[in-house]
T-cell receptor, first 120, second 115 residues
């Protein structure tokens, strides 16, 4: 597609339920990022994939959060045993190139519309 | 501790005038700065960026200024148009050591351009 898409757009979960959020990046984009945006805050980094490899997961808030990108395209963010503090908009972004420590490359990140998760 | 700070939650400007949005940062490792624009129910959209080796970057009506010694950057929009009304996020990037170039965002400034 033309841009990054995310599904579902809205998700309501009862506390303790597991949820799975999907991201379809721009076709051919190597890098994929997940961010969490709480109400009134800016997006906060969760994790980064370069193709299928998860190179940075330093932002995941707990071991209840798990992300995967098995074939290097679509990614899923899974939250187990959801808590009320997990309520937020989850944003996915992709960029054309990957990065290496030897040749750092800044590439524009294109964001999807986000999934608004509400945990009751 | 906020590493990127946007101290003005909102700003109102008359159409045709200049809008100036400010951003301060604390992490001296940041070497790339970006501004994103966000409409309701949409994801952030890239607007303009600047590398730490420059002090100014211009793109049409949008100019970003960087003052490294003060750890301060600003976005100027001239002339402001009603369609510019949105939330503007300042973001910064540094080589995280894991090669991810994650972005660190401020809380955003809501700009309202009054016709």
């Amino acid at each position: 597609g033309a841009g990054v898409s995310q599904s579902p757009r809205y998700k309501v979960a009862k506390r303790g339920q597991d949820v799975a959020l999907r991201c379809d990046p721009i076709s051919g984009h190597v890098s994929l990022f997940w961010y969490q945006q709480a109400l009134g805050q800016g997006p906060e980094f969760l994790t980064y994939f370069q193709n299928e490899a998860q190179l940075d997961k330093s932002g995941l808030p707990s071991d209840r959060f798990f992300a995967e990108r098995p074939e290097g395209s679509v990614s899923t963010l899974k939250i187990q045993r959801t808590q009320q503090e997990d309520s937020a908009v989850y944003l996915c972004a992709s960029s054309r190139s990957g990065v290496t420590l030897e040749v750092p490359l800044i590439d524009t990140q294109y964001f999807g519309p986000g999934t608004r998760l509400t945990v009751l | 501790d906020q590493q990127v700070k946007q101290n003005s939650p909102s700003l109102s400007v008359q159409e045709g005038r200049i809008s100036i949005l400010n951003c301060d940062y604390t992490n001296s490792m940041f070497d790339y700065f970006l501004w994103y624009k966000k409409y309701p129910a949409e994801g952030p959209t890239f607007l303009i960026s600047i590398s730490s080796i420059k002090d100014k970057n211009e793109d049409g009506r949008f100019t970003v200024f960087l003052n490294k010694s003060a750890k301060h950057l600003s976005l100027h929009i001239v002339p402001s148009q009603p369609g510019d009304s949105a939330v503007y996020f300042c973001a910064a990037s540094a080589n995280s050591g894991a090669g991810s170039y994650q972005l660190t965002f401020g809380k955003g400034t809501k700009l309202s351009v009054i016709p």
